[in-house]
């Protein structure tokens, strides 16, 4: 079984069976423990599953681009060391650098994910949530323990950060995190795949990551009304529909030149959030 779909297969089984084993321990903390559920919109509820499926396209994606032998680019992903600030601006950098350790995991860059896995921790402490990542997770993370399913416990590791933030009534906070996420991960993918689009495995995963689109924005929807800042970042979003909709509609049939403008437009909106 090639390395993509030993990644995918593990990834799905986290999905079906609600984060239980497939390599790896289960992290310490709440799970889905939405003590706030019944004050939110069921539409809220029903996105919530877009974090976890955002890491686990993203994962999948990379995965292939490592078979497909496409080059490792971290000028794709955020600065070392990057600081952001206020808790929106936290929240949105921890989903960001959570794509950036998924991309470096997969090519097998440690010190970039050793990097990285601080800078998350950093993150993390700042929005109180500082058990998903912990000095046991970098070592484990950057071991070379072949026995470690290290895509599963990155996973793992980053919704518990989110389960955290919702269920001590931060759920917008976890919104922040999920358009950081999102954001980064598209940009890291476009951002490769802009020279290259030979492979429909390649394409149709993503084209996964692509329409997840809808589901951030149903995500933020929600606090719009209650919530200036949320407000503005779905506004900001709406505008990249244009550069979203020629990938959206057409699975199999998009351009090598429509991920190349969507590069350039999410990388505007990325510099814009992520400053």
């Given at each position: 079984m090639s390395k993509p779909k030993i990644v995918s297969f593990c990834l799905m089984a986290v999905s079906t069976a609600v984060l239980m084993s497939c390599g790896g321990e289960e992290p310490k903390g709440p799970r889905y423990n939405y003590e706030r559920a019944d004050s939110l919109d069921p539409a809220y509820l029903q996105e919530l599953s877009s974090v976890r499926t955002n890491i686990e396209i993203s994962a999948?994606?990379?995965?292939?681009?490592?078979?497909?032998e496409y080059p490792f680019d971290e000028s794709l992903m955020l600065s070392s060391g990057k600081s952001f600030s206020g808790s929106k601006g936290q929240a949105l950098g921890l989903g960001a650098v959570g794509s950036d350790l998924v991309y470096a995991t997969l090519f097998g860059q440690n010190q970039t994910a050793i990097t990285r896995s601080k800078d998350m921790m950093d993150q993390a402490n700042k929005l109180n949530v500082p058990?998903?990542?912990?000095?046991?997770?970098?070592?484990?993370?950057?071991?070379d323990d072949s026995t470690i399913n290290k895509p599963i416990m990155l996973t793992k590791a980053y919704l518990n950060?989110?389960?955290?933030?919702?269920?001590?009534?931060?759920?917008q906070l976890a919104t922040f995190m999920a358009v950081g996420g999102w954001v980064e991960g598209i940009y890291i993918g476009s951002g490769a795949l802009k020279?290259?689009?030979?492979?429909?495995?390649?394409?149709?995963?993503?084209f996964e990551m692509?329409?997840?689109?809808?589901?951030?924005?149903?995500?933020?929807?929600?606090?719009?009304?209650?919530?200036?800042?949320?407000?503005?970042?779905?506004?900001?979003?709406?505008?990249l529909a244009p550069a979203i909709g020629p990938i959206k509609s057409k699975p199999n049939r998009y351009k090598l030149e429509q991920v190349v403008a969507l590069h350039e437009a999410i990388g505007k909106f990325r510099s814009k959030i992520l400053n």
């Open positions: 999948q994606l990379f995965g292939q681009l490592v078979e497909a058990e998903a990542f912990d000095e046991k997770f970098i070592t484990a993370l950057t071991s950060a989110k389960d955290q933030l919702f269920s001590e009534d931060r759920a020279t290259k689009l030979d492979r429909n495995d390649i394409r149709i995963t993503f692509v329409k997840s689109y809808d589901n951030v924005m149903k995500m933020l929807t929600v606090f719009a009304d209650m919530n200036p800042e949320i407000a503005a970042l779905k506004t900001e979003m709406e505008a």
